[in-house]
C-alpha cells in the first residue's frame, strides 16, 4: 500500500534531542522505519527507525502545531474523549474539554512507503493476544501502553468505574487514575493488577482492577512487540 509520509523540519529536529534508544522484538528481517498515523493513513509521522538487529531509535519530541485545521477537526479529541471508558466521564472531565489530544494508535513498521508490520507495547507478550483482541481472550496480569499526545499538561488523580455489558449482568472494572500528562507526547500505562476468573468466556476477558499512569519517557518495563505482514 503506498502512503505517503508528513515529514516536516521541526519532526526531524525533535529527533535530536528526544532520540530513545529501544529494542524492538522479534528483529525485522530489514531495516524499518517507524511510524505514527495521528491523522489518519495517508498522512504517516516518522518517529524513527529500526535496524536489522532490532535495535530502534524513536523521536518523542514530537511537534504537532503544523497540523491542519481540517485535521485537527477531523482527528483531534479532548481530554475528556481520551478518558471517555469512565462511566462519568462527562462529570469527571467536563471542565477540560478545551485540552486537544490525539490517540496515536500503534507504531507501524515500514518499508519504502508500505506497510510492514506493527509494534504492541506491553510488560509481558502473554497480554498481548488480549490486548489485540479484548473481546474473546482472556485478561492476564500486566501492562499496556497507549501512546497519546495533548496540547496542555493535565493532572488527575481519582478512581473511576468502566462497566460491561455481559448476558449474566453488568460486571465493572475498576480504574485507579494516577495522571500526570504533559504537553506533547505521554506513555499511559494500564496496569491489570487484577482480574475476574471465571468459565465464562466473557467474564474472564474483563479486567478487575486497572491502575493507569502516566510518562514522557519510554517505561522501563515496556516491550516493543512487533508483527510482520
Request: with cysteine.
Amino acid at each position: 500500500m503506498k502512503i505517503f509520509f508528513l515529514l516536516s523540519a521541526l519532526f526531524f529536529a525533535g529527533l535530536v534531542f528526544g532520540q530513545t534508544t529501544v529494542t524492538i522484538s522479534p528483529a525485522p528481517a530489514e531495516a524499518l522505519d517507524l511510524v505514527l498515523t495521528p491523522v489518519g493513513m495517508d498522512k504517516p509521522m516518522m518517529v524513527g527507525r529500526v535496524e536489522k538487529t532490532g535495535s530502534g531509535q524513536v523521536n518523542t519530541a514530537l511537534d504537532f502545531s503544523k497540523i491542519s485545521e481540517a485535521d485537527r477537526s477531523n482527528y483531534g479529541i479532548t481530554i475528556l474523549e481520551l478518558l471517555s471508558f469512565c462511566d462519568n466521564s462527562n462529570e469527571l472531565f467536563a471542565g477540560n474539554n478545551k485540552i486537544e489530544a490525539y490517540e496515536l494508535g500503534p507504531l507501524f513498521l515500514m518499508k519504502n512507503n508500505e506497510l510492514a508490520g506493527f509494534i504492541t507495547l506491553a510488560s509481558d507478550t502473554l497480554l498481548t493476544k488480549w490486548i489485540n483482541d479484548p473481546g474473546y481472550e482472556k485478561a492476564v496480569v500486566g501492562s499496556w501502553f497507549e501512546l497519546v499526545y495533548i496540547s496542555a499538561n493535565f493532572a488527575y488523580t481519582g478512581e473511576c468505574t468502566q462497566t460491561t455489558n455481559l448476558e449474566s449482568g453488568d460486571i465493572e472494572t475498576n480504574f485507579q487514575l494516577n495522571l500526570d500528562l504533559k504537553k506533547g507526547l505521554n506513555f499511559i500505562e494500564y496496569k491489570i493488577e487484577s482480574v475476574y476468573e471465571g468459565d465464562d468466556e466473557g467474564l474472564s476477558s474483563i479486567a478487575k482492577k486497572v491502575v493507569a499512569s502516566a510518562y514522557q519517557a519510554v517505561p522501563k518495563n515496556a516491550k516493543w512487540i512487533a508483527y510482520y505482514y
